[in-house]
Structures are given as structure tokens and as C-alpha cells.
């Protein structure tokens, strides 16, 4: 029974040396963050959207193509021939194309926010992952400790200077010291796979290793008046409002122009020309399914301009009193882990030369333990909130909203009408 607790720093070793000596590609946060935007599967859906609205334009700056008839009568005359060439009113035709251009530029602006939000996680991955490491490597400190502290109190007992309590004491410390070890590591295979999932990576094996260090995080940027959520509402808000405007003006539906000629007279030479203009009466349709359409996606995209500018300075409000909590924190975390380690250095040096029990060791060693890992859990929390405010301040290319649209910038959108 005394034996069965002996091998578990061992094992746990070796266990952790199998999964650090296997093939890992290292990879860092910037290649992390790159990777995830180029294999990231939800980008696609953000291309596709925009995809979407550039088909949109296109569609809305094709003209109507002309049809051709040709008629036969036993009056004379006898061949009639006609084209019919349908036109849009001017007004109707550039509220349409504006509508469509405005949406085609909101659709850049989310899929800008939707990289930013990919990149956003892969961030947050990795910092969840490196915290992880971080936390194992403690745990394995700790859990060697611990075996070191066991063996020195049962030379202790074999000498006579210790008692059967003492060692089972520092069998049970050394004990949960192991299993919190093993959890641990646990936890880092855990955010590895995770990470690789967010990177695109399709495997059931930890493939990567973290290699960047979990040092104090950059400065973050100054959140811009409008987020790029906010501006792409306000343009989603103004391609809704063109469309509106377009279909109250859409009661006549398409005029056509028709252009012909007539012969088989035999009392006329030659051709008769015909002309004619065509337009559709509303007697039982004034477009009001159109225009009903059109008002309810106005009143939606409204709806959805006001949710995100609240969300917006909500999650800046959020993310920079976090950030700033969690840098006091960390500021604090330093100062005490050197105290707590004076104090089980010290604790542990009194124990040898009998002046300190093994309780005070014990208790003296978990404070630290603990302290240290509360540091890297609030160093982390600074990273992760440091990455929320950085998505959040990514500005649109230029300016603003309502009635100064932000105009295609770039090469980068998949969206982009030349």
C-alpha cells in the first residue's frame, strides 16, 4: 500500500515525454492567426455573401433585352413585323444600382469583421492553449517537489527524526500533486485540439505546439468611433432604404417602345412603318406586395443597426474594463508569487534543519502554487481581452455612415465590381 503511490510522478513523466517526443509542428500566434484565415471554414460563408451582393450588382445594371414578333394576317397588309425594346425610367433604374452598390459594400464590411472575428478566436485559442502549457509545466514543478518533499520525510522516519503521519502526509500532498499534473496535461492536449480544429486541421492526434511565451500583453488600440458591425448596419440600413424608395416608385411597371414595319398591300409599295409605346396600367396592382416587402426590410435593417451599435459599445465597454482588471491583477500576481515563493523557500529550508513542521511546508508550497497559477489565469485573461478590443478596432477603410457611404477599398474583397 505504502508503494502504490511511489511510481506516479514517474508515470505521469513518461506519459508527458510520450506526447512531447511525437512529431508536433511548432507553430506561433502569428502563424496561427494567419493560418486560421486562410483554412478557416466560416470565411467561406462571409465570401459567399459577397459573392452574393456582387451578383446583386450585376443584376441590377442589366437592361431589359428587346423582343422580336412576326405576324401574319389574310388583310392586307399582310406581314407585320415588330420590335419591342422595354426601357426603366432613369430615377428607378439609379435607385436600384445605388441599392445594390450600398449592399455590396456592407457585404465587404462583414466579411472584413468576419476575418477579424477569425482571427479573434484563433487568438484566444492559442492563448488558452499556451496558458494550458504554462499551468502543466507548474503542475509538473510542483508534482516533482512534492515526490522530492515524500522521500525527504521518509529518510526522515528511517532516521528517526520523522513520524508515520508525516509520511503518509507527504504521500497524500505527493499523490494529489501527480493527478493535478495529469489533469493538467489533459487540459493542454485538450486546447491543442482545439486549436487545430479552429486552424482548420482534421485530426484526432495533437499535431502543433504552442511556442510562443505567455509574456505581458501588447498595448491595445483605441476603439474607433464606428465598428466595422456598426458601419455595415448603417449601410445594410441604407441599401434597405434605396430599395424602399425604389418600389414606391415602381407602381408603372416597365414601359416598352415598339418599332416596326408592315407590307403585302398590293395598292402600297414598299413598307409601312409602325410605332408604338406599351405600359401597364395599375387598375389591380400597385406594387403594394413590393413596397410591403421593401418597408419590412427597411424597419428590419433599422432594428439591426440599433442592436449593433448597443453590442458594440457593450463589448468595448466589457473588453477594456476587463483588460484593465486583468492587468492589475497580474501587476498584483507578481508581486505576491515572489512573497509566496520567499515563504515555501523558506519554510522548506526551516523543515530541513527542523525549525518548521511539514503541515507549514505543505501549506506554504500550495500557496505558491496556487499564486502562480492565478498569475498565469489573469495573464491570459489580459491576452484574450487585449484581442476582443484589437477586433473591435478594426475601423471600416473609410468614411462613415448614412448618406457618406464607405466606398470598396482594397484588393482583399472577394465582393470588389471593376
Known amino acids: 500500500m505504502h508503494r502504490s503511490l511511489t511510481p506516479l510522478v514517474p508515470i505521469l513523466a513518461a506519459s508527458i515525454a510520450s506526447v512531447a517526443s511525437a512529431q508536433l509542428t511548432p507553430v506561433s500566434r502569428n502563424q496561427a492567426l494567419q493560418t486560421a484565415l486562410d483554412r478557416g471554414a ?24 428587346p423582343s422580336f414578333s412576326a405576324s401574319y394576317s389574310k388583310s392586307v397588309p399582310n406581314y407585320h413585323y415588330s420590335f419591342d425594346i422595354p426601357f426603366d425610367f432613369p430615377t428607378i433604374r439609379q435607385l436600384r444600382i445605388r441599392a445594390a452598390q450600398t449592399g455590396l459594400e456592407a457585404a465587404n464590411l462583414r466579411y472584413t469583421l468576419a476575418r477579424a472575428t477569425i482571427a479573434l478566436d484563433a487568438d484566444t485559442t492559442y492563448t488558452r492553449a499556451v496558458a494550458a502549457r504554462e499551468r502543466l509545466a507548474l503542475s509538473r514543478r510542483t508534482a516533482l517537489g512534492a515526490d522530492s518533499l ?12 520523522a513520524s508515520d503521519m508525516d509520511v503518509e502526509l507527504a504521500r497524500v500532498t505527493a499523490g494529489q500533486a501527480a493527478n493535478t ?23 484526432e492526434r495533437v499535431e502543433l505546439a504552442a511556442t510562443d511565451s505567455l509574456v505581458a500583453p501588447p498595448e491595445s488600440m483605441t476603439a474607433p468611433p464606428v465598428t466595422l458591425g456598426e458601419a455595415a448596419a448603417s449601410l445594410s440600413l441604407e441599401s434597405a432604404t434605396l430599395a424602399a424608395r425604389m418600389q414606391h416608385r415602381s407602381i408603372w411597371t416597365t ?4 418599332l416596326g414595319f408592315e407590307h403585302g398591300d398590293p395598292d402600297q409599295r414598299g413598307i409601312l412603318p409602325t410605332f408604338g409605346l406599351g405600359i401597364a396600367l395599375p387598375l389591380f396592382d400597385r406594387n ?11 424597419a428590419r435593417a433599422a432594428a439591426e443597426l440599433t442592436l449593433a451599435q448597443v453590442e458594440a459599445r457593450n463589448q468595448i465597454a466589457h473588453a477594456t474594463r476587463e483588460r484593465e482588471n486583468a492587468l492589475a491583477r497580474v501587476e498584483r500576481d507578481r508581486q505576491v508569487a515572489a512573497s509566496a515563493n520567499r515563504v515555501a523557500a523558506m519554510s522548506l529550508t526551516a523543515y530541513r534543519e527542523g525549525a518548521a513542521s511539514l503541515a507549514n511546508v505543505i501549506e506554504a508550497v500550495r500557496s505558491s502554487r496556487e ?11 489580459a491576452w484574450i481581452a487585449t484581442a476582443e ?13 448614412g448618406g457618406n457611404t464607405t466606398r470598396n477599398q482594397g484588393t482583399d474583397m472577394p465582393g470588389k465590381i471593376r
Open 389 to 401: 478590443l484589437r477586433a473591435l478596432s478594426v475601423a471600416p477603410a473609410s468614411g462613415g455612415t
Open 288 to 298: 403594394r406586395g413590393g413596397i410591403a416587402q421593401a418597408e419590412a426590410e427597411r
Open 42 to 65: 466560416r470565411l467561406a460563408a462571409a465570401q459567399a455573401d459577397t459573392a452574393v451582393a456582387a451578383a446583386q450588382v450585376i443584376a441590377a445594371r442589366v437592361r431589359p433585352n
Open 150 to 161: 515524500r522521500r525527504m520525510v521518509e529518510r526522515r522516519r528511517d532516521a528517526g527524526d
Open 181 to 203: 499534473a495529469e489533469g493538467d496535461s489533459l487540459e493542454v492536449i485538450s486546447a491543442l485540439l482545439d486549436l487545430q480544429a479552429v486552424l482548420g486541421m482534421r485530426s
Open 255 to 258: 414601359p416598352s417602345l415598339s
Open 371 to 381: 499564486v502562480l497559477a492565478q498569475y498565469i489565469t489573469d495573464l491570459a485573461a
